[in-house]
């Protein structure tokens, strides 16, 4: 069975820092985490990506984080990364780590992910 644990939300101060990570566990050879993503929530919105990567080395990252947030992934650790610079209070939102077995698809789509953690929250207050 395929787990997502997200970790490393918390609190910041606008221009701040914070990294998320996502341990993963459960894949088998038959399910391989071809694609990951970052995603987040707030009550306000649905569920936007905000970085994704897979296998062949493809990151494509929401316009408004680009330069500012790096996606990587370290499969010896079976970790992905969401390291989070110049962090703004529209960042704030719950973050979400996806998987996804299917190398074809979208990296920002919620719908083409098949396996969700459970967030970690962010909070960047002003």
């Known amino acids: 069975q395929v787990q997502l644990v997200e970790s490393g939300g918390g609190s910041a101060q606008a221009g701040g820092s914070l990294t998320l990570s996502c341990a993963w566990s459960g894949f088998t050879s038959s399910y391989i985490e071809n694609r990951m993503g970052w995603f987040r929530q707030t009550p306000a919105m649905e569920r936007e990506g905000v970085a994704g990567i897979d296998s062949n080395g493809r990151i494509t990252y929401l316009d408004s984080v680009k330069g500012r947030f790096t996606i990587s992934k370290v499969n010896a650790k079976r970790t992905l990364y969401l390291q989070m610079n110049s962090l703004k209070p529209e960042d704030a939102a719950m973050y979400y780590c996806?998987?996804?077995?299917?190398?074809?698809?979208?990296?920002?789509?919620?719908?083409?992910?098949?396996?969700w953690g459970r967030g970690t929250q962010v909070t960047v207050s002003s």
């Open positions: 996806a998987a996804d077995p299917n190398l074809r698809g979208e990296l920002r789509s919620a719908a083409a992910f098949r396996d």
